[in-house]
């Protein structure tokens, strides 16, 4: 906690492990007993299509929330998961993890180039939340940091969690 306590935005901590290499976070938003961070780079791809694929579906329903919430979650150590804060999401879902919505894109990455992220040693596109234009569509961030949206079922597109962490003495 204490080391946490004194990291400003910007700087970045590991935890976790994706396939065999630990994550690296990055602060994104400090608050006076919490902060948000996500990870640098991709940590995996996948599609986010609900089984009833090309409908609409909400982060609720999202098969990328499941996995990040159940999965991904379990992977990490009893101390890691007692500074993770469950977070309101949309209004509908509690989560641990979460992918960012457009605005909290453009809030914490206004400028393209700050958007691009790695995975496997070169550029890759990146999932966000937020519904895309037509049913059946999510937003995603392209390789060049721009703002798009790709069918459910693309599963070569990233996975980029965010997460907030407690500041508190546990």
Known sequence: TERFRNMVIGDTFMM????????EWQIIDKQENKML???KDIINT????????HKAINWEQNYINTWLNTEFYETL????KSK????KVDNISNCYFFLLSLDELNKYFPDTSSRIVQFKDKDCEWWLR???SEDGCNMIVTENGLIDDRSYDWSDIGV??????????Q
């Open 16 to 23: 976790g492990k994706a396939v065999s290499h630990d994550i």
């Open 37 to 39: 961070a996500i990870t």
């Open 46 to 53: 996948q599609n986010c299509y609900s089984f009833d694929s």
């Open 77 to 80: 150590s009893n101390v890691q």
């Open 84 to 87: 993770i804060l469950l977070s």
């Open 130 to 132: 937020s519904s895309g």
């Open 160 to 169: 980029r969690p965010a997460v907030w962490l407690s500041l508190d003495e």
